[in-house]
């Protein structure tokens, strides 16, 4: 299933709260069973990248937290702004899971080609490449040393 088809199949949600509880059960099923549906992991890691649903999920926390005001609600929205900011937290987890994951891919890619056999001979020819440069410039360095020394040997004559 492509990502887009996931998102499609879950971006009817009315609002950033029911989006919130779906994240939230999303973490459950993988904590208490340890595993959850393909689909929905799939649409956890492509919420964690949406930074409009982060956005909104922060202000709509914000919304919900008591500002030292005296006459503020009851528990409920207090239970809201915590499920929100959950919901915020198993994201940006998820996000950081995905760029952790997406480093060790990349370094495991630069080790392959690093260690691989065209590598080893592309560094053989560079370094014969190399010592060819540096005796043909030790030999041009000698030979205008022998030069200078018969120059002066033929004015002391």
Avoid: P
């Amino acid at each position: 299933m492509k990502l887009h088809e996931i998102y499609e199949g879950y971006v009817r949600f009315k609002s950033v709260r029911e989006i919130a509880n779906k994240i939230l059960s999303i973490d459950n099923e993988i904590k208490h069973d340890g595993k959850c549906g393909e689909d929905d992991y799939k649409w956890l890691q492509l919420k964690s990248e949406d930074e409009g649903l982060l956005s909104a999920l922060g202000r709509e926390a914000n919304r919900y937290t008591n500002q030292n005001q005296l006459d503020y609600g009851g528990g409920s929205m207090l239970d809201t702004a915590s499920e929100l900011a959950r919901a915020t937290l198993i994201l940006a987890d998820m996000k950081q899971k995905l760029d952790d994951d997406s480093k060790t891919q990349i370094q495991q890619a630069t080790d392959e080609v690093i260690n691989s056999a065209e590598m080893r001979e592309l560094v053989r020819q560079q370094a014969f490449v190399d010592l060819q440069n540096s005796y043909a410039q030790a030999e041009t360095v000698s030979a205008k040393r022998v030069g200078a020394l018969a120059n002066l040997a033929s004015d002391l004559i």
